[in-house]
């Protein structure tokens, strides 16, 4: 299938551009929509000096736990649920999708070991998809309320990289999440972490399935930290 240019929308550095973050939504959003709930979280845009901040948009297309209604979801799922196999022909094609952004960043003169790889809920699981089996060798990864498959594809390319060294993972996730459970979060944290991956978890209290100031503040600084210069 031919790759499907993404549409994005950009939060440019201060001044020269020398790192970049990739920022994926959750189901059902965009790109602007959550650089907005970021801005709203916030009181500002999640911006830095040097680092240059892209939240791409998922195309439309059919959401099977939806009933088939089209959604901007970077993937199908059977279900949302650990115990189901993944939709890999939907998600291999996404990733090279978003592969293209990466690309874009390398021709603008940032390698990739100054670009992390994140998202929020699903964007969380298609960015460690994305990492983990393509683009080994970006700074990190982080993925916030999200969580991947038992049986995940990701898992067996962590461990089959193990010998060389991987991006490290930052992992959020509210205690109170009603939608993708806390628990599936931290089976995801401690099996890729058992694969071999850096990983470190953080629980944020009583939060359900959304972003809090907390997590955002805690990803400011893990993204200065692994970017600084």
Known sequence: MAAVKLQKSVVSQAGKHTASVIFLHGSGDTGPGLRRWVYDVLGQNLAFESIRVIYPTAPARPYTPMRGAQSHVWFDRHKISQDCPEHL?????????????????????????????????????????????????????????????????????????????????????????????????????????????????HSIPDLNHQLCRQELELLRSWILKKLSL
């Open 89 to 201: 022909e939907s998600i291999d094609s996404m990733c090279e999708n978003l592969s293209a952004i990466v690309q874009e960043e390398i021709r603008a003169g940032i390698p990739k070991h100054r670009m992390l790889i994140g998202g929020f809920s699903m964007g969380g699981a298609m960015a460690l998809h994305l990492v983990c089996r393509y683009h080994q060798d970006v700074a990190g990864v982080f993925a916030l309320s999200s969580f991947l498959n038992k049986d995940s594809v990701v898992y067996q390319a962590v461990e089959d990289a193990s010998q060389r060294p991987l991006p490290e993972l930052l992992q959020c996730h509210g205690t109170a999440d009603e939608l993708v459970f806390h628990s599936w979060g931290e089976e995801t944290n401690s099996l890729l972490k058992k694969a071999g991956l850096n990983t470190s978890f």
